[in-house]
């Protein structure tokens, strides 16, 4: 029998896409942050439409979420989410990778808009709300298109600002939410 959620939880969703071919692209940040803050943990939870793995950040109980539908489709599994955990809209944090904001950058937006990303679109007409807190984090790093970047492999020189977006990320914001 699942038990509810502390109204204090956060449960941090990391869009991607599902299967090793899009795990390390630039599309998949999202997932990529999450599997940064598990370190070596494994989800412990195996849903149908999602993984999550239930933990501690500094005095901060969070959930970390990753739908195992395709990014275009994350409205579904994060609904199915919030109401196995018994958890309101209000205790979101959706990450994702963001084309408009430049490698390097985050930022931490609420009650927006999808700006043309589909995971988000699909997310807010589910939901049919646009009342979470989001962490869009920037992939642009050059001239190139965004369908011509996202679905790449991220290279070796720009994991390392992501990663550092990562620690800022989780130090600055999330641990204070």
Do not use: C, W
């Amino acid at each position: 029998m699942k038990k509810s959620a502390p109204v204090h939880t956060l449960m941090i969703v990391g869009l991607g896409n599902p299967g090793k071919k899009y795990a390390s692209t630039y599309h998949n940040v999202g997932q990529q942050f999450l599997h940064f803050l598990l370190d070596d943990t494994k989800f412990s939870e195996n849903q149908p439409f999602f993984k999550a793995q239930k933990m501690h950040l500094g005095e901060q109980t969070v959930i970390l979420l990753e739908p195992k539908t395709f990014m275009n489709e994350s409205g579904g599994a994060i609904a199915s989410a919030l109401n196995y955990f018994r958890l309101p809209v209000s205790s979101l944090l959706i990450v994702h990778d963001d084309f408009d904001l430049p490698l390097g950058e985050f930022r931490l937006s609420q009650n927006r808009g999808s700006a043309g990303h589909r995971g988000v679109d699909s997310i807010i007409t589910t939901l049919k709300t646009k009342a979470f807190l989001r962490a869009r984090i920037g992939v642009r790093s050059s001239s190139e298109k965004a369908m011509d970047l996202v679905l790449r492999p991220v290279r070796a020189k720009d994991k390392k600002m992501i990663q550092g977006v990562f620690a800022v990320l989780r130090e600055k914001v999330i641990v204070k939410v």
